[in-house]
């Protein structure tokens, strides 16, 4: 794969709780720099890095509700029109693990259906992909989350947040995603660090690459490539 196609699938994240402003903007940097996709980070820093990449084709990604995806409905509509007024072209945004795991369809529904109803009052729509954190659920919830998704109409769904201690995107869960909702594109993160770990979720029908280690990724191909 070429360096700058990989480049572009990559959506460079910062999203420690320590990180600090200074962090956010060699983020921003690296990511006009190497070519990515997007930065990825915690609402916080969204005004920041909407500033720094004003004139950049670098879009800018707000997380919602992470890690753990337990904020109320109203709590996640509040914050993902904050991050869009702030700046963000993107969202991604943590599901209730709890109505995934019960198989509450109408809490589940009733929450994705609100915040996309958002994400497309914006002029441009702002995308929104959903994470369902896979690796904490077993083949029917993965199936479940992956159906109403779709049903609802978001853009992505998004493997995992990275922070869950039950692991992060595998080629598995990747390609159930895409044989369960063909409607969305599919975002892998979590335990992404090398450059072929990326190609093969690429491979495997993923559309992105959510990874705190992107340079590393490129600086590898650059180098399997000399």
């Not at 080629?171 to 063909?182: C, F, G, N, R």
Request: charged fraction near 20%; aromatic fraction near 4%.
């Amino acid at each position: 794969m070429e360096e700058k196609q990989l480049a572009g699938c990559i959506e460079h994240t910062l999203l420690k709780p320590e990180a600090t402003g200074e962090q956010i903007i060699q983020l921003c940097e690296e990511a006009k720099e190497y070519g990515f996709y997007a930065v990825c980070i915690n609402p916080r820093w969204i005004n920041i890095a909407a500033d720094k990449l004003q004139r950049s084709d670098v879009k800018v990604c707000g997380v919602i509700s992470f890690p753990l995806g337990a904020d109320s409905t109203r709590t996640k509509v509040a914050t993902v029109n904050d991050a869009m007024l702030n700046g963000a072209n993107e969202i991604d945004m943590v599901a209730d693990l709890a109505a995934i795991i019960e198989g509450d369809s109408k809490y589940l529904t009733g929450q994705l259906r609100s915040v996309l109803k958002i994400c497309r009052s914006a002029k441009p729509l702002v995308v929104l992909k959903v994470i369902i954190e896979t690796a904490a659920l077993n083949l029917n919830q993965k199936m479940f989350a992956c159906q109403i998704a779709e049903n609802c109409g978001v853009d992505f769904i998004k493997t995992s947040t990275g922070f869950h201690p039950a692991g992060g995107a595998t080629i598995e869960d990747v390609k159930l995603i895409k044989q369960t909702a063909p409607s969305c594109k599919i975002k892998a993160a979590g335990s992404i660090k090398t450059a072929k770990q990326a190609i093969d979720m690429l491979k495997a029908g993923a559309h992105r690459i959510g990874t705190s280690s992107g340079v590393q990724i490129i600086n590898e191909l650059r180098a399997g490539q000399q």
